[in-house]
Antibody, heavy 118, light 112 residues
Framework: QVQLQESGPGLVKPSETLSLTCTVSGGSISSYYWSWIRQPPGKGLEWIGYIYYSGSTNYNPSLKSRVTISVDTSKNQFSLKLSSVTAADTAVYYCARRVRFGHYMDVWGKGTTVTVSS | QSALTQPASVSGSPGQSITISCTGTSSDVGSYNLVSWYQQHPGKAPKLMIY???KRPSGVSNRFSGSKSGNTASLTISGLQAEDEADYYC????????????FGTGTKVTVL
C-alpha cells in the first residue's frame, strides 16, 4: 500500500529556511492532494497546506507568507519550504495524502522532528 | 480560523462507551458533513478513524462511530479497550477559499 516518508534536516537555525521532502512509495503521486501538517511539542495538529499533483496549492493563511509547497511527479515527491523560522516552528512535521474527492487525510507519514535553534 | 473545541480529557473503564465532542461554528462543522477523526498514540502519526462525519475506513473497528448535530460533531467509542487509550483529534473542512482545514484541540482518552 501507499507509504509516505518525510526527510530533511532535524535542526534549523533561526531566520533560516526549513526544507522537508516527502517521498511517496507504493503508489502514484498523481490524482491526489498532498498535505503538510505539523504538531508542536505537547500541542495539537496544525494544517500547513496542500498541493495537488498538478501543482495548485492552498496554504494556511497564518503561514502563507513563509510557506512554499512544490511537487516533483517524476520523483514521486513533494516538498515543504518554510522561511524565516523561529523557535515557534519547532514541531513534528507530517506529510499526508488527501483523497481527491474528499476532505480527509487517509495516509500519513511517520513524521519528522524539526528543531529551530542556534 | 479558531481551532475546534474538544474536551481535554475523557476517561472510561474497559467495556464502557465514551463520547468525545468537537464544537465548531456555522462556518465549518455546521456547514459541511466533512468532519474526520484521527487517533494518535504517543510518538506515532495520526490514524484516520472516521471521515465524512460517520464513515469508517476499511480496517477500523466498528466500535468507533461518528455523528453530528448542528455545530458539534461527536466520536463514540463503544466497548472501550486498553488499546483505545490515545489522543483523538477532529478536523473539519471550512470552505475552499482561505482556510480549508481546521483541527480540534485534541482529547486524551484514558482507559481506567
Amino acid at each position: 500500500q501507499v507509504q509516505l516518508q518525510e526527510s530533511g534536516p532535524g535542526l534549523v537555525k533561526p531566520s533560516e529556511t526549513l526544507s522537508l521532502t516527502c517521498t511517496v512509495s507504493g503508489g502514484s503521486i498523481s490524482s491526489y492532494y498532498w498535505s503538510w501538517i505539523r504538531q508542536p511539542p505537547g500541542k495539537g495538529l496544525e494544517w500547513i497546506g496542500y498541493i495537488y499533483y498538478s501543482g495548485s496549492t492552498n496554504y494556511n493563511p497564518s503561514l502563507k507568507s513563509r510557506v512554499t509547497i512544490s511537487v516533483d511527479t517524476s520523483k514521486n515527491q513533494f516538498s515543504l519550504k518554510l522561511s524565516s523560522v523561529t523557535a515557534a516552528d519547532t514541531a513534528v512535521y507530517y506529510c499526508a495524502r488527501r483523497v481527491r474527492f474528499g476532505h480527509y487525510m487517509d495516509v500519513w507519514g511517520k513524521g519528522t522532528t524539526v528543531t529551530v535553534s542556534s | 480560523q479558531s481551532a475546534l473545541t474538544q474536551p481535554a480529557s475523557v476517561s472510561g473503564s474497559p467495556g464502557q462507551s465514551i463520547t468525545i465532542s468537537c464544537t465548531g461554528t456555522s462556518s465549518d462543522v455546521g456547514s459541511y458533513n466533512l468532519v474526520s477523526w484521527y487517533q494518535q498514540h504517543p510518538g506515532k502519526a495520526p490514524k484516520l478513524m472516521i471521515y465524512e462525519v460517520s464513515k469508517r475506513p476499511s480496517g477500523v473497528s466498528n466500535r468507533f462511530s461518528g455523528s453530528k448535530s448542528g455545530n458539534t460533531a461527536s466520536l463514540t467509542i463503544s466497548g472501550l479497550q486498553a488499546e483505545d487509550e490515545a489522543d483523538y483529534y477532529c478536523c473539519s473542512y471550512a470552505g475552499s477559499s482561505t482556510f480549508p482545514y481546521v483541527f480540534g484541540t485534541g482529547t486524551k482518552v484514558t482507559v481506567l
